[in-house]
């Protein structure tokens, strides 16, 4: 084989670039208790819509 470990250093290099850009995309900037009031609230919300629309009639 003439390439030698070219494509491991290939690929070790991509995974670490891949890491790199995935670091720190949290943009929200939220405690963990923020972040799950906003989702409770949320989820409260979709609940009361799935209510509403069972007792129309027009559940989806």
């Known amino acids: 084989m003439t ?3 070219q494509r ?3 690929r070790q290099k991509n995974q670490k ?3 790199d850009s995935s670091k720190g995309k949290r943009t929200d900037n939220l405690t963990v208790e923020q972040r799950k009031a906003r989702d ?3 989820m409260r919300e979709k609940q009361k819509k799935k ?3 069972a007792a129309a009639g ?3």
Do not use: F, Q, V, Y
């Open 17 to 19: 670039k891949l890491a």
């Open 40 to 42: 409770a609230e949320l």
């Open 58 to 60: 027009t559940s989806k």
């Open 3 to 5: 390439r030698g470990n």
């Open 51 to 53: 209510e509403e629309a």
């Open 8 to 10: 491991d250093l290939a």
